[in-house]
């Protein structure tokens, strides 16, 4: 079964778009969220053909955006609401996982049959990757934890660098989005509330603290989150599993529109390697 599109509607909150991908048993699988990254969509390229990966290997798969990436309800696709993205940061982020988490593992869940809510699996691609961690490591309910291509630090991340004065003058910074080709803006609210959570905010010591399982796979080229950033994690929690990836990218050879039947061969190895340690 997959269901497209689905809301999640919450009092004086934007709402959250998710789909969901799984086999019909009536017997408890895995759960699995996916988180996207910055600038990122659950359609983005190959994610749906990762999805129907996950559906096949018997486990309940999530995808859902985030709820100021900047898409719709109507248009989940890209961004066309902009003044939602410039009030995006972190902590909304944190909160949208944790509704997540909520609406599967509740009892009055729709498919509850359908999950097995002792085996949760959180998956965070890039930006997605840092708020999986510190979700991972607030949140019990959380069993296993994989991350691709993620940051290691939200404070060196561009989102809270730069001139932060003129910032904080202007109101509002922009950043290129060079496939879409729109300037992206982020309003100064993100760089207050980063400061105002910083401690929270703190991806090694959230990493540090962990004790579940942790994937970390990234391609030894990353050319937007480089390498050392899982080493790093890696280094912070020697029990952690570090995959490095040869002749591969940020995006694991994927782009947006992917229209093969296939994923690419870099992640197909990232989704083997994740049901492995999933089921």
Excluded at 155 to 164: L, M, V
Excluded at 165 to 182: I, M, S
């Amino acid at each position: 079964m997959i269901i497209k599109n689905e809301i999640l509607s919450r009092e004086e909150q934007k709402p959250i778009v998710f789909d969901v991908f799984f086999n019909e048993t009536k017997k408890p699988k895995p759960l699995v969220i996916f988180c996207h990254g910055y600038k990122g969509f659950k359609d983005w390229g190959s994610w749906n053909l990762m999805a129907e990966a996950f559906r096949k290997a018997e486990t309940f798969f999530v995808k859902f955006n985030f709820s100021h990436n900047g898409g719709t309800s109507e248009n989940p696709i890209d961004f066309p609401d902009l003044e939602a993205f410039a009030e995006n940061n972190y902590t909304k982020e944190l909160d949208d996982l944790d509704a997540i988490l909520n609406l599967f593992l509740s009892k009055n869940y729709e498919h509850k049959n359908e999950i097995d809510t002792a085996n949760v699996t959180v998956i965070g691609h890039s930006r997605g990757g840092g708020i999986s961690i510190i979700k991972a490591s607030e949140d019990s309910r959380i069993t296993n934890l994989i991350t691709l291509a993620s940051v290691c630090d939200f404070a060196k991340r561009t989102a809270t660098i730069g001139d932060i004065e003129q910032w904080k003058k202007d109101g509002v910074k922009y950043v290129l989005n060079g496939r879409t080709k729109q300037q992206m803006p982020h309003n100064y609210q993100f760089y207050e509330d980063f400061k105002a959570h910083e401690e929270r905010l703190n991806i090694e010591n959230a990493e540090k603290s962990l004790r579940i399982p942790h994937l970390i796979i990234h391609a030894k080229d990353d050319p937007s989150v480089k390498f050392n950033e899982a080493e790093s994690l890696h280094s912070w929690n020697p029990k952690s599993i570090l995959i490095p990836l040869e002749n591969s990218d940020h995006v694991f050879g994927a782009k947006h529109p992917w229209l093969d039947k296939l994923p690419p061969k870099a992640l197909v190895q990232v989704i083997e390697n994740c049901i492995g340690q999933i089921c």
